[in-house]
């Protein structure tokens, strides 16, 4: 089984920045998808980036993703943040069979909201 804990959300003023971290419970060098999504109130949810193993990047809109192999943890840097973007936002971890896991794996998610 493998965990995922969100870290790093909060209120921010438009225009700010925040960084938000995911620590896994499991060494994620086996897990090449991982990502971020996120659900805004009334909406479905929705990718923000996703990153592999090797560091390549899908990534839609004005945020960076990246993640550290060697300390388990992804992280996503939100600047120029706009009141549209406030959602709760939830990392993703795509095992791909590994450690016996087929299916996505989900944080609890963290609330981001930006005041205008």
């Known amino acids: 089984q493998v965990q995922l804990v969100e870290f790093g959300g909060g209120l921010v003023q438009a225009w700010g920045s925040l960084r938000l971290s995911c620590a896994a419970s499991?060494?994620?060098?086996?897990?090449?998808?991982m990502g971020w999504y996120r659900q805004a109130p009334g909406k479905q949810r929705e990718l923000v980036a996703t990153?592999?193993?090797g560091g390549r990047i899908n990534f839609i809109g004005r945020f960076t993703i990246s993640r550290d192999n060697a300390k388990n943890t992804m992280s996503l840097q939100m600047n120029n943040l706009e009141p549209e973007d406030t959602a709760i936002y939830y990392c993703?971890?795509?095992?791909?069979?590994?450690?016996?896991?087929?299916?996505?794996?989900w944080g609890q998610g963290t609330q981001v909201t930006v005041s205008s």
């Open positions: 993703n971890a795509r095992p791909n069979g590994a450690y016996g896991i087929w299916g996505d794996v």
């Open positions: 499991r060494s994620i060098s086996r897990i090449n998808d």
């Open positions: 990153i592999t193993s």
